[in-house]
């Protein structure tokens, strides 16, 4: 066990990552501190750049270096599609995959009563005001098939009215097989069943 209240801090902050435990934690600190000039020095530094330079978009809430960040500065994007997510990683996630290319929203999370997070807290005002501009022509809504996300879903379909709202498909994945599936998985997937 690491002695000094320096390592056992960074020991402790790591831990508190996703994907990180305790032991991970150590081991990722050990690995750190073993090639400081290597790893843990130029990590410390690209970190205090990151925090420094890192600000939210004004329009979408992606987080970029400037703002608005570079997707809503992009003119070859659609500007007639856009697409609401919960939450950073999720746009960041659909960008990896390269499936939309049209512009994004990030709600900062979805409605829960359990959590306190009540309409207020979220940054649908501004997809309100996004959506009805007159230039939006389709709003993607790219939820979270969770209780949440669903339930943050059917508040905004409620909210863009005439507005053309479509949402992600849920069901079985590309290469999924039934036997691992949980119920409800199987469950949206015949309730979204098409023609072949």
Request: net charge negative; glycine share 8%.
């Amino acid at each position: 066990m690491a002695s000094g209240s320096e390592i056992e801090r960074l020991i402790q902050l790591l831990a508190k990552l996703p994907g990180l435990g305790p032991r991970s934690a150590r081991r990722a600190a050990l690995v750190l501190l073993k090639k400081r000039d290597l790893l843990l020095e130029p990590l410390a530094a690209a970190m205090a750049d990151a925090a420094a330079a890192t600000r939210a978009c004004e329009i979408c809430g992606n987080l970029d270096t400037t703002s608005p960040c570079a997707i809503c500065r992009d003119a070859r994007r659609d500007p007639h599609l856009l697409c609401v997510v919960e939450d950073v990683a999720d746009l960041w996630a659909l960008e990896r995959a390269g499936v939309f290319r049209g512009r994004y929203h990030v709600l900062g999370g979805a409605l829960s009563a359990l959590d306190g997070v009540t309409p207020e807290r979220l940054n649908i005002a501004s997809l309100l005001e996004r959506a009805k501009d007159g230039v939006v022509e389709e709003v993607v809504l790219a939820m979270n098939a969770t209780v949440e996300g669903q339930t943050t879903a059917h508040y905004l379909m409620d909210l863009l009215g005439d507005l053309k709202v479509t949402r992600l498909a849920h069901g079985v994945p590309v290469g999924g097989e039934l036997d691992y599936l949980d119920e409800g998985t199987l469950s949206a997937a015949f309730k979204a069943r098409r023609a072949l």
